[in-house]
RNA sequence: CGGGGCGUAGCGCAGCCUGGUAGCGCGUCUGCUUUGGGAGCAGAAGGCCCCCGGUUCGAGUCCGGGCGCCCCGACCA
């Protein structure tokens, strides 16, 4: 961690005390979550505080899931913390899975509990019961709930936002009369995630489904969508899991059918977490800091007036008008008026801080009737007055088209197909992200590749194999990427 | 969980080896001058040297134990 003071940044850049970007990965990132304040170390291990800037964020991607959460029929709903002991016990994955997680509190009011209480690591088991208490007929299906909660699961290892032991998430919980029902739901989610992580965050991912060894305990099946971050290693960033009957089963969720028989009902759960923001701090962010899509960004605009001279009143007034206006047009503009720090000072602060689209206005702004645009690290422009609202919302849309296309091409950039075992532990060896592997199913082969990639299988994509199983020879018949991962 | 590194002013660090008055840069505060890519001058404030214990006349410094953070690896929803 320690390093010159005010070393500059690779690009020659005057943002001081963030470390360049490719050579120091790690402590980039560390240092571009705590400059930035968007959070900050509690003084409980493994857990942070989310200051405001960075809750902003947070509150914005909440928003572009929930309204989509909503136009697919969704609904949320609350439920507690505090799970019983036994109720973990009813699911043989799922407890196994979760069990060294798990954070118990075994007593309260003075006092031993009679039965401990698991602090939630995710609510299946609970919602579970509940369901099984709700549902009674086929007319009370589907059931779908969404929960917006933090998590707690107790890791050895821990960063901000990507791993930490009390997170902020986001779980639904579906119930379905059918099979089929519950697999279209838990595919429609997966593609919500999709569709929020490329537009709303401009990440670019790789979607499809979970191979057994990494499925979601207590899941029939898991689907995943997959981002590459720069240093090569794959972000899980959204998962969404069909669980069957297992949890049904579990907590008796039975429902009469139309054809009057008694039915175990098919369940779906998937979830996002605030890890999405650690995964757009690592696919945008450079040398200069964090560079935010202008959806999620809590300012999308920052005016900066150029205070000097005569015109000093002038052009203040005029910026607070430009304030006016763009906030009634809908875009969330700041107005930096501070007279303590120099403009200069204002452009590199706002650039670490991630805003897409800088708007200036001096004195001979005000008398050509323009201001200066510049979207953060590009070239300025210039935009009348009167047409401001439209130049503004022009420029956000291309600079986050920009961002998605920058990072779509350095995803595509880098998955790389194997066509033997060598080729995918040179590959993952090198750090050049995704390798495409041709795969026979074989959880053995799986094993195998595993083993000597150093690498998991990350997501298994709908595609034909082209060609024979890495690892045996047989005929391929998935193709399945490979990626060190977070 | 294993190996390594680091905890000293808000931030970045020196001081520790060889025990004896707590230091530097940036930032902060006050005043004046400034303001189109991190402004200048003058003055000032700011410290449980991570915590607990030990050695010593005396510990930031030496010894033991904890806690936290970072890196590499292992493990993992």
């Known amino acids: 961690m ?40 509690a003084p409980v291990r493994g857990c942070i505080v989310v200051r405001p800037y960075g809750y902003t964020i947070w509150e914005l ?26 109720f973990f016990a009813r699911e043989a994955e799922h407890v196994e899975g979760f069990a060294p997680e798990i954070a118990w509190v075994t007593r ?11 602090v939630r690591p995710t609510s299946e088991t609970i919602v579970g019961h509940m369901y099984a208490r709700w549902i009674r007929s086929y007319r009370d299906l589907p ?19 990507l791993r930490t032991m009390e997170f902020l998430w986001q779980e639904g919980h579906t119930a379905h009369r059918t099979e089929e029902e519950a697999e279209a739901e838990a595919r429609q989610m997966l593609d919500v995630y999709r569709d929020f992580a490329e537009r709303d965050l401009a990440i670019p991912v790789l979607a499809g489904r979970k191979p057994e060894s990494e499925k979601f305990p207590g899941a029939a099946h898991s689907y995943t969508i997959e981002a590459l971050m720069p240093d090569g290693q794959a972000l899980q960033s959204g998962t969404s899991h069909n669980l069957g009957q297992n949890f049904a089963r579990a907590f008796g969720i039975k429902f009469l059918d139309s054809d009057n028989a008694e039915k175990y009902a098919y369940t779906t759960s998937w979830g996002v977490s605030w890890r999405l923001l650690g ?15 202008p ?12 205070l000097s001279g ?55 702004d005000l008398a050509r009737r323009q201001a200066v645009l510049v979207p953060r690290a590009g070239a300025k422009d210039t935009a009348a007055l009167e047409r401001i609202e439209a130049a503004v919302s022009e420029a956000l849309e291309a600079y986050g088209t920009q961002l998605f ?7 595509d950039e880098h998955i790389v197909p194997a066509s033997t075992m060598a080729e995918l532990v040179e590959a993952i060896a090198g750090r050049r992200g995704f390798v495409r592997v041709r795969w026979c199913g074989a959880a053995t082969c799986e094993a195998a590749l595993r083993q000597a990639s150093g690498a998991s299988p990350r997501v298994i994509v709908d595609e034909a194999a082209d060609g024979a199983c890495l690892a045996c020879g047989a005929p391929g018949t998935q193709v399945v990427y490979y990626a060190r991962a977070y």
């Not at 928003?63 to 002991?85: C, E, M, S, V, W």
Request: no cysteine.
């Open 61 to 86: 991607m909440q928003q572009g899931l929930d309204r989509r959460f909503k136009a697919t029929g969704h609904t949320n709903a609350y439920f507690p913390l505090f799970i019983p002991q036994g």
């Open 108 to 118: 309260g009011g003075g006092a031993e509990l009679t039965e401990p209480l698991g």
């Open 295 to 306: 959806r999620v960004a809590p300012f999308q605009v920052v005016i900066v007036p150029i």
């Open 143 to 161: 059931v779908l709930i969404n929960l917006w909660n933090n998590v707690v699961r107790w890791e050895k290892a821990t960063r901000p936002f």
């Open 405 to 411: 296309h920058r990072a779509k091409r350095y995803l």
């Open 310 to 364: 005569k015109e000093r009143d002038a052009v203040l007034e005029e910026a607070r008008a430009l304030a006016r206006r763009l906030a009634a047009a809908g875009v969330r503009a700041r107005l930096d008026d501070r007279t303590e720090v120099t403009p200069g000072y204002k452009f590199n602060d706002w650039e670490m801080r991630g805003v897409p689209l800088r708007v200036e206005l001096g004195p001979r």
């Open 2 to 41: 320690s390093r010159p003071a005010g070393r500059p940044s690779a690009d020659g850049g005057f943002v001081k005390e963030i470390p360049p970007k490719d050579a120091e990965f790690s402590d980039w990132y560390t240092a571009v979550v705590l400059k930035a304040e968007l959070a900050d170390y």
């Open 279 to 293: 995964g757009l701090i690592m696919v945008h962010g450079d040398d200069r800091g964090l560079a935010l899509p």
